[in-house]
Every structure is written in structure tokens, then in C-alpha cells.
T-cell receptor, first 114, second 112 residues
């Protein structure tokens, strides 16, 4: 069965420090992986995706994520956090096969402190 | 490119009343999703359409919720009758086959 885990409910980092939001997944076939962000009182926004190719994917707002097949992980990273990055982050996975169902993680609340 | 349009933005109704939400996806996006997001939680898929066919409605409470996507474009989601626990943000999203989802601004429903 497909599943996504975001092991941390909350991540706190100081502004200017690097940040990592963790995501691990389980699918039977090849994964399509996604990160979404939800700013306070706003809708969900697509950040980046991994479909195939280079394991390091770059997305919006300076975020990037690394696909690690052996560890079945797709951690979201940013070299230098901004206070404005404070938001809810969701990881999602879909099996590349015929099953079009997108499975969502429970979300990680990122707080960047000035 | 125009985004996903949803209306209304806000709705307050009494329990046992009915309500309908409307969504217009991005032109050309074959896949349309309705999600329910309760405050502080992740989105929960209610129904997924591929063109005008249903791909997944396993989490749709079919005794009170219904959705349709006529002609494979616009979609409506209806709740009848509403319960207090239906208070949430209802998000519509659309996508091409392997792109990320583009979400609308959502409809915030309050059932009193």
C-alpha cells in the first residue's frame, strides 16, 4: 500500500540557518513525489516535484528536495531560511503506475524565528 | 494562465441545510479533485475525476455528499444535509497527468 510519513509535526529554525523538512514514502512502483506549502490563511501551493531524472529537484522560493531511492526519502531543504518561510509543508506521493491516487502526509509546521 | 476558480469564498449555513460549491479548473486539465481540509489538518481527498469519470470517491460520505463534473470541465460539490462536522475548507484542484496540483483558494464552510 502507498503511504507517506512526515515524522516531525513541527520544525523550528533560526532565520539564516539551513532547514530540512523530512518525508519518507512507500509505493510499490516508481514514485512521483511532491511538496506543497500552505501559508497562514492561504490555499495550498505547489512547490516542486520529482518525476524522473536528476535526484536533486529545485523548486519555488529557493527550496529544493533530494530524492533518495535507497532510503525512500524526499526531504525538503533550503540553504538559508527566511521568516516568511514559516508555513505548513505537505509531502505527497503517487505511484507512477496506473493508480492515480495521490497520498498526502500529515504536514509539518515550519517556524522560522528571527 | 488563469488559475483554478472556486466560489463562493465563504459560506455559513445552519445544520441540516444544503450547500453547493463550484469549481472551474485550469483549461485543459483533465484531472479535477475535491479536498476537505479541517483546520490544522492535511487535505483529505473527497473525490477525483478524470475528465467526467470518477477515479476515486472512496472517502466521499455518499449519504450526504455528491459531486459531478458535467462535460469534463466545471464541477460542483453538494452537501445535503450539512452537519456541524462538515465545517472545513473545501479545496478544488486540477492537474495534467504528472504535474503538480494547482489549487483554488477554497471555500470556507461554517455549519452552525
Amino acid at each position: 500500500a502507498q503511504s507517506v510519513a512526515q515524522p516531525e509535526d513541527q520544525v523550528n529554525v533560526a532565520e539564516g540557518n539551513p532547514l530540512t523538512v523530512k518525508c519518507t514514502y512507500s509505493v510499490s512502483g516508481n514514485p512521483y513525489l511532491f511538496w506543497y506549502v500552505q501559508y497562514p490563511n492561504r490555499g495550498l501551493q505547489f512547490l516542486l516535484k520529482y518525476i524522473t531524472g536528476d535526484n536533486l529537484v529545485k523548486g519555488s522560493y529557493g527550496f529544493e528536495a533530494e530524492f533518495n531511492k535507497s532510503q525512500t526519502s524526499f526531504h525538503l531543504k533550503k540553504p538559508s531560511a527566511l521568516v516568511s518561510d514559516s508555513a505548513l509543508y505537505f509531502c505527497a506521493v503517487r505511484d507512477a503506475g496506473n493508480n492515480r491516487k495521490l497520498i498526502w502526509g500529515l504536514g509539518t509546521s515550519l517556524a522560522v524565528n528571527p | 494562465e488563469a488559475g483554478v476558480a472556486q466560489s463562493p469564498r465563504y459560506k455559513i449555513i445552519e445544520k441540516r441545510q444544503s450547500v453547493a460549491f463550484w469549481c472551474n479548473p485550469i483549461s485543459g486539465h483533465a484531472t479535477l479533485y475535491w479536498y476537505q481540509q479541517i483546520l490544522g489538518q492535511g487535505p483529505k481527498l473527497l473525490i477525483q475525476f478524470q475528465n467526467n469519470g470518477v477515479v476515486d470517491d472512496s472517502q466521499l460520505p455518499k449519504d450526504r455528499f455528491s459531486a459531478e463534473r458535467l462535460k469534463g470541465v466545471d464541477s460542483t460539490l453538494k452537501i445535503q444535509p450539512a452537519k456541524l462536522e462538515d465545517s472545513a475548507v473545501y479545496l478544488c484542484a486540477s492537474s495534467l497527468e504528472i504535474t503538480g496540483l494547482t489549487f483554488g483558494s477554497g471555500t470556507r464552510l461554517t455549519v452552525v
